[in-house]
């Protein structure tokens, strides 16, 4: 499957943004989701996942009450909804797929990645 994250942008602080991961080759109905950001000389970080029937989601500590990763209604993508913005949110995001039917925190757990989309939140 080919992942694409879309959605990214300039920002202020406190508003809202919401990425978008669509996949092309292969249903994403097949596989688990998961959000993963970058930050400037900082290491890959978790964001979010969901499983593969969409009834178990897991986040990271930092993005906790404020980010709600969903699939879309026909499954045809996963969707990240971003309240609350902070400066330190400012990354590049990537979308990945797991062949797992869990939703995992870890990277190495992913089979497929996305080229991300970058946001920025300005304060």
Request: with cysteine; aromatic share 12%; net charge positive.
């Amino acid at each position: 499957v080919q992942l694409q994250a879309s959605g990214g942008g300039l920002v202020q602080a406190g508003v809202s943004l919401r990425l978008s991961c669509a996949g092309s080759g292969s249903t994403l109905r097949s596989y688990s989701m998961g959000w993963f950001r970058q930050a400037p000389g900082k290491e890959r970080e978790f964001v979010a996942s969901i499983s593969r029937m969409g009834s178990y989601t897991t986040y990271g500590d930092s993005v906790k009450g404020r980010f709600t990763i969903f699939r879309d209604t026909a499954a045809t993508t996963v969707n990240l909804q971003m309240n609350g913005l902070k400066p330190e949110d400012t990354a590049v995001y990537y979308c990945a797929a797991s062949q797992q039917p869990f939703a995992s925190t870890f990277a190495g757990q992913y089979n497929y990645w996305g080229r991300g989309t970058l946001v920025t939140v300005s304060s």
